[in-house]
């Protein structure tokens, strides 16, 4: 990480302010893809890419955000904040700040700078770190504080509501609530959670496939209506089932002749999902991480041939890991469509397996990766 101590040296030299510093993290998910829109369970872990803010009280009546990353600084007036979006990176810290406005928080004059290595747009969740620091950053100049699962659902609503992307709670919740060494089995339906430890000789290996992923293109959206019509098929035989968390394999079984064959595979993988994740839970708790590789796997596959919502690169980085040393599981993590796989991996064996799997992957493909080597870390928090 980018070293808080240069950090806070920077912004005193750009603002003449001595500032507070917080960091919020990135995350991948170990399992648990396309759950969260059905209320049921997703599992992600905190990673050691992160976000740090600064912040500093100004006396001229001004909002002043910079970013490290983009070299560039915007000026606002702090009683007049925009309250619209203008597709620039600014939005997010601007989102923050209305939201908690909103909240009724008067919002005081400050500067805020920002700097992470969350790869930007890689589905690693800088987004949700800038939030989730931000919240953070500003409530403790106003002297204010929330629970984190309630600072993440305002750092949700900041990027749907502010910049407009229609994301689920999951980033900005393990951002807020991660615990080092853990994973966060996440309840999507009542935010409710539970940590599982990852033992400390595990390293999370983050291979992006460099292949695009988009949320806003037709697939994400067609594959929710596909799962959310098989629900509807059910709802009308069980009328307490309103969301696929709330769905068996039987019900699958019993009126699936009813379903458009693609909805009845929808519906196989985000019902299996959701056992999958909790199971996976389970294996972590135990210890048993043989059975949590066997599940990241059946995940996988499930994910490819049920849901359709892998690609041929990211197959082919799943494959490719199968055979290396020190493998305990991989699969494709997010909203599918390319981006980055997740692998397991024993620590002693990361460094020549992330050089491994970028060889043949680049080999395989013609496509050079980036594959990172993290560890499952702490949540958002001031540092000292
Ligand atoms: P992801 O969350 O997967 O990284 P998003 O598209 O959701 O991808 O969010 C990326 C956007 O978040 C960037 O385009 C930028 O606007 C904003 N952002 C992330 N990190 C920073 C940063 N350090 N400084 C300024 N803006 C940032
Ligand atoms: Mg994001």
Redesign the pocket.
Known sequence: MHDPVEFRSQHLARFHADPAIFVAP?RVNLIGEHTDYAEGFVMPVAIDFA?LAGISPRSDGKVVVY????QQERTFDAATLPAKASN??????LGVAAILAGEGHKIPAFSLS???D?????????????EVVTALAILSLIGASYPGPVLARLCQRA?NEFVG?N?GIM?QFISANGEADHALLLDCRDLSYKLAPIPADVALIIANTMVKHSVAGGDYPTRRRESEAACAVIAKHRPGVPFLRDATLEDLEKWGNEMEPKSLLRARHVISENLRTVAACDALMKGDMAELGRLMAEAHWSYSKDFEGSCAEADTMVELAQDLPGLIGARLTGGGFGGCTINLVEQRHAKAFAEELGRRYATATGIVPQIHICHASGGARKLA
Do not use: I, K, M
Not at 67 to 70: G, Q
Not at 88 to 93: E, F, I, L, Q
């Open positions: 990135g976000t970013s490290e990353n983009y620039h990176w600014s939005d997010y810290p920002l700097w992470g969350v790869p930007l747009g890689s589905g690693l969740s800088s987004s949700a770190s800038v990027e992307a994301c980033d």
